[in-house]
């Protein structure tokens, strides 16, 4: 029986979501994390909420020590794997800082796994591997095709995870492929906390809301959707976060390799999150039109129809919600944690 589980890049924002959820759902929680992009604070808001206690440990997943020390002092049943550097314009500015990190260190952790006998572990992957879509919706039996560093360094570790469950079929692996994660806890406790500048539109829209930025800037107008704007299937971080508690469970059943995409189904365009904000705020969102940006595709979209008749998962919240969430996030944490 599942019981205690290894949440690496637990700090994050998707990570700490998980955490909670977890939690809640009663399961004991230990943290991997490096503090590289994130604060440990979110863990101690997380222990307030619950009153429970998360077993935290500052590491690195590539340091093989750091990793063999924390599977000697804790009993791990499996592992979520959320740990990684994830924005794709840096990724094509420090590839191979990119994958050294995500695919160096994911070699790392499940060798120490397989080490101690640990072998189930939901990972965290991304809409990413499927590259530029020539049908929508996306469905998990697409071709695959990364086209930039980050999404190939979650393509390879899928081919790792693969060839894992190839080679020992006493592994239990689940591939979550995710699309848009937007929103925060209802709380407004936890939420998305970048550093710097956000390279995702809903926080920086956040910060614009709250005037930590002036503008937004609106790459494209001229794409074949209803507005223009790019389309993308934006999902709530708490139901993301309850996917991974699905797809963990289903481990149970032993299920070997898993592959499922989480996502609404439905694409919003980026005018369409402009609204939705100026809905929840009452006021208009400062934005202006500029060029395209390199790189992005049209409309992306998936089909997340196995995930419910496989994981029994389905999203249940909609654009206004994330909305509404991410601002009370924002307007109670203006400087984050």
Same mark, same amino acid.
Not at 41 to 66: C, N, P, V, W, Y
Not at 139 to 153: I, S
Not at 215 to 239: F, I, Q
Not at 262 to 289: C, M, N, Q, W
């Given at each position: 029986?599942?019981?205690?589980? $290894? ?14 959820? $977890?939690?809640?759902?009663?399961? @004991? ?19 307030? #909420? ?16 750091? #990793? ?8 791990? @049943? ?51 591997? /499927? ?27 899928? *081919? ?13 692996? !689940? ?7 937007? =929103?925060?806890?209802?709380? =407004? ?11 995702? %539109? #809903?926080? /920086? ?13 609106? /790459?494209? &107008? @001229? /794409? ?10 934006? %999902? ?11 797809? $963990?469970?289903?481990?149970? &059943?032993?299920?070997? $390799?898993?592959?499922?995409?989480? =996502?609404?189904?439905?694409? *919003? !365009? ?32 998936? @089909? ?7 994981? =029994? ?6 654009? &206004?919600? #994330?909305?509404?969430?991410? %601002? ?10």
């Amino acid at each position: 029986m599942i019981k205690t589980i $290894l949440v690496t890049g637990g700090t994050g924002y998707i990570g700490s979501h998980a955490c909670l959820e $977890l939690l809640e759902a009663g399961f @004991d929680v230990v943290v991997v994390d490096n503090l590289s992009n994130s604060k440990s604070d979110s863990l101690s808001r997380i222990e307030e #909420m619950t009153g429970r206690e998360i077993q935290f440990h500052l590491a690195d997943l590539r340091d093989e020590k750091a #990793m063999k020390d924390l599977f000697d002092g804790e009993q791990i @049943d499996a592992v979520m794997h959320f740990a990684g550097l994830k924005a794709v314009g840096e990724s094509t500015e420090i590839p191979v800082t990119y994958y050294q990190n995500n695919i160096g260190g994911t070699a790392n952790l499940l060798q120490a796994m397989a080490a101690y006998g640990v072998k189930n572990i939901v990972f965290s992957s991304s809409c990413t591997v /499927y590259g530029a879509p020539e049908t929508l919706p996306l469905r998990e039996d697409f071709p695959l095709h990364a086209v930039n560093p980050y999404g190939q360094t979650k393509l390879t570790i899928e *081919y790792m995870l693969r060839d894992l469950a190839a080679s020992d079929p006493d592994w239990n692996i !689940s591939i979550l492929r995710y699309f848009n994660p937007v =929103g925060a806890h209802r709380s =407004g406790e936890i939420g998305e906390d970048p550093l710097g500048i956000p390279n995702n %539109l #809903m926080p /920086y829209i956040t910060k614009v809301a709250v005037g930590e930025l002036e503008e937004l800037a609106v /790459y494209g &107008d @001229d /794409y074949d959707t209803p507005d223009g704007s790019c389309v993308r299937d934006y %999902l709530h971080v708490v139901d993301l976060a309850r996917g991974h508690i699905n797809a $963990l469970k289903k481990l149970d &059943d032993n299920p070997g $390799l898993i592959i499922h995409n989480l =996502g609404t189904g439905r694409g *919003y !365009s980026v005018l369409d999150v402009i609204h939705a904000f100026e809905k929840a705020t009452g006021k208009p969102v400062p934005h202006r039109i500029v060029g395209r940006r390199p790189g992005d595709a049209s409309a992306v979209y998936a @089909d997340p129809s196995l995930a419910e008749q496989e994981l =029994g998962w389905k999203a249940k919240r909609g654009i &206004d919600e #994330m909305c509404v969430d991410a %601002l009370r996030w924002q307007q109670q944490n203006p400087k984050g944690y």
